[in-house]
């Protein structure tokens, strides 16, 4: 599909599709350049990569195709840096969790920008925790404008479905809304409460640690995540975060004044239509069984 | 160790206690009792119970040890009334979440009451999907007050030793002030949100199930816990999921700030606290590998 591939940030997710291009054979080489010296060092060991690039413009001349797969923060200008050495024809794509601010970058004629987001990842981060098998069965949403490339979008979509995943497409507004619920607040909760327990007087704390389990592992796992790349996603998707926290800060006070004056009919009702959205969503088949997870793991 | 024991409610952690004691051959005979006769019906037909009660009292009496495994909100009731029926020396003891209310229940003379709390899980809810590795590794925490009587304390701590348990005694305060944190307040801000994303305008809704992934789906596992079970944890251990609200509501002001000024530095330090955290609790192994999920699933 492309004679040279350069990925720019070659983290969890970047390394990832880097192992799908040479899984499904899409690439002849496939270049890597990145801010860490390390990670770059790490990702060519690991075979992930053919060839490292100190520069994004020195790995994107004469490439046919660039994924810029660093944080959020970061997007816009690589995908400037890169698209301003790029060949006519070759196509530049992004795999950026917050889409309203990056998917009407422009590029120069005959340069192709596809904004993308395959909605995957784990709480680990960097190339060696990288697998080709992170993508499969997931959603990748594709967020073109009406600037964006019909031909290069299809390509895209290619290698997206190579990875395995479902593609769909829709505005950059409407997945940031829908991404703000579904990811970023949870993620800025469980941040928050991870937070909050470690600020308690040390026999408590130590003993929430000690014994943590349930609920609270889970939310620890979800706080684990990359800081710098929730930090950019909170700085590039403020107002639809803003707005679902705001809804869920007052659901949240309904349910601190049911516990208050100990309504357990309401507390059971909601408790109720909760389980309920979790056995649509196990139906709807997007959530992951403990063995596939675990094949996903052994294939790392 | 004991000759008859009865399993008042056999649900998930009464039919994967009942499955231990078959493993390690900790009673002769296996009684179930329970307010649903389904229930009750599916533990027998499952071989969990070899006899199933419609009354506590019918099945506790000359039982040398009830378990009474029912939502926090019947416990109370429920070892007062198998207390009252049961021989002396015989031993009653509990698995509830909250320990303040429960810890301090009156039993006849030589009739021993063993206030414990093992802490385990899953969302899932009956006897169908209890397992006897359900325990293995975790922690147990009992509460017994200076009423507790000793020898009965050591052996329903041998009994959840066997279960591949860690046993661990403190006061029902500390219990309960830890688990708010711990358990009932992580669970309550997961039943909030999945709430939250339910009430959207349609499209949105949709897109949200849908596409559930990463922390949301996390949420909603969380929030398909057993209502039941939810409702009478926050009815009984008010003060201290309160409190532990509280703080968290404070803090989550404190990053809605810090969104809405678009602070990153304090956004990614506080991010960063919390993954050194998620790293600790991983190193003490209180965490489980997907490998040992899938091992326990497999075992079910």
Not at 44 to 62: C, M, N, Q, T
Not at 104 to 126: N, Q, W, Y
Not at 224 to 236: A, E, K, T
Request: proline residues 3%.
């Amino acid at each position: 599909m492309f004679k040279t591939v350069l990925i720019a940030g070659v983290g969890l997710i970047g390394s990832s599709l880097a192992r799908v291009l040479r899984r499904e054979g899409l690439a002849g080489e496939i270049r890597g350049a990145g801010r860490s010296a390390d990670t770059l060092r790490k990702a060519k060991e690991l075979g992930v990569i053919d060839a490292a690039f100190d520069s994004v413009e020195a790995g994107a001349k004469d490439a046919d195709a660039v994924f810029v797969c660093t944080p959020v923060g970061r997007i816009v200008e690589t995908v400037g840096r890169a698209a301003s050495v790029m060949k006519k024809g070759a196509i530049v794509s992004d795999v950026g969790s917050v889409k309203s601010t990056i998917a009407s970058v422009e590029t120069p004629d005959g340069v192709f920008f596809v904004p993308a987001h395959p909605v995957a990842g784990t709480e680990k981060s960097g190339p060696e925790n990288g697998f080709a098998e992170l993508f499969e069965g997931r959603w990748c949403i594709l967020t073109p404008t009406e600037k964006t490339d019909k031909g290069a979008t299809a390509v895209i979509r290619r290698v997206w479905e190579k990875a395995g995943m479902r593609v769909e497409e829709m505005s950059p507004e409407r997945h940031d809304r829908v991404m703000a619920l579904m990811s970023h607040l949870p993620h800025l909760i469980a941040y928050t409460i991870v937070g909050t327990a470690a600020d308690l007087e040390e026999q408590t704390r130590n003993d929430v640690l000690k014994y943590a389990a349930g609920g609270f592992r889970d939310f620890t796992r979800i706080a684990g995540s990359d800081p710098v790349m929730w930090r950019d996603i909170f700085l590039n998707n403020t107002d639809a975060v803003l707005d679902g926290l705001q809804r869920f800060t007052e659901d949240l006070t309904v349910l601190q004044r049911a516990i208050r004056r100990k309504d357990g009919a309401a507390l059971q009702e909601w408790f109720t239509r909760t389980r309920d959205i979790r056995r649509r969503i196990v139906e709807v088949r997007q959530d992951t069984p403990e063995s596939e997870k675990l094949l996903l793991k052994g294939k790392k």
